[in-house]
């Protein structure tokens, strides 16, 4: 299917390492926060979200951290597999009716 | 259960031509979102309907409008097509209007190329 990501930064990762990709977001009234995961030809898939209340959340093999201060969102990957191969974007939202702003993503390869 | 599905899948328009993509979101949700996604890019707001009313509408022309009808299904639509409409344009739902009350759905896009 066709690229979603042609010029975009690019994480390459050796499988079973992990990894961690960054966002940094522009709105500090943003109170919430989600990480996507769009492949090739495919709409972006929800991995984890956090508020703005919270500073890490873990979900399966994936950990979120928020840090306010600086405006910045990280994403990290356990043990990364090459079905992590995709490029993700993360997105916020001030609160508002499903009005989200996404960065402009990082493609993640993962090689054996 | 069927998720958010879009139709067409691809399409290819000319510059001037009118364009309409439609939307069904997932059995139950009252919300469906449209965004735009050029490639190499993230995805923009269009769009939100929720309960058949315009809830918000991003940074696009008047010749894009969109409407969602009493079964929750949404329809965009895009007049006097430009070289520059050419993305992948995706559907969101979600069971409220609200972004902090859940998760929000995609669709796998409709494709539009504009020659």
């Known amino acids: 299917g066709e690229s979603v990501g042609l010029h975009l930064p690019t994480l390459s990762v050796q499988e079973g390492d992990n990894s961690i990709i960054n966002c940094a977001y522009s709105?500090?009234?943003?109170?919430?926060f989600i990480w996507y995961k769009q492949e090739s030809g495919k709409g972006p898939q929800f991995i984890i979200d956090?508020?703005?209340?919270?500073d890490k959340r873990q979900g399966q093999r994936v950990t979120v951290l928020l840090n306010k201060t600086v405006k910045h969102l990280s994403l990290q990957i356990a043990a990364t597999q090459p079905g992590d191969s995709a490029v993700y974007f993360c997105a916020e939202s001030s609160g508002g009716y499903n009005k989200l702003i996404f960065g402009a993503g990082t493609r993640l390869a993962v090689h054996p | 259960d069927a998720g958010v599905t879009q139709s067409p899948t691809h399409l290819i328009k000319t510059r001037g031509q009118h364009v309409t993509l439609r939307c069904s979101p997932i059995?139950?949700?009252?919300?469906v979102s449209w965004y735009q996604q050029v490639l190499g890019q993230g995805p923009q707001f269009i769009f939100q309907?929720?309960?058949?009313?315009?809830?918000g509408r991003g940074n696009f022309p008047d010749r894009f409008s969109a409407r969602q009808f009493p079964n929750y299904s949404s329809e965009l639509n895009v007049n006097a097509l430009l070289l520059g409409d050419s993305a992948l344009y995706l559907c969101?739902?979600?069971?409220?209007?609200?972004?902090?009350?859940?998760?929000?759905?995609f669709g796998e896009g409709s494709r539009l190329t504009v020659l």
């Open positions: 309907y929720y309960e058949k009313e315009e809830r």
């Open positions: 709105n500090s009234a943003s109170d919430y």
């Open positions: 059995s139950g949700h009252k919300s």
């Open positions: 956090i508020r703005s209340n919270m």
């Open positions: 969101a739902s979600s069971l409220e209007g609200r972004m902090n009350t859940g998760e929000l759905f």
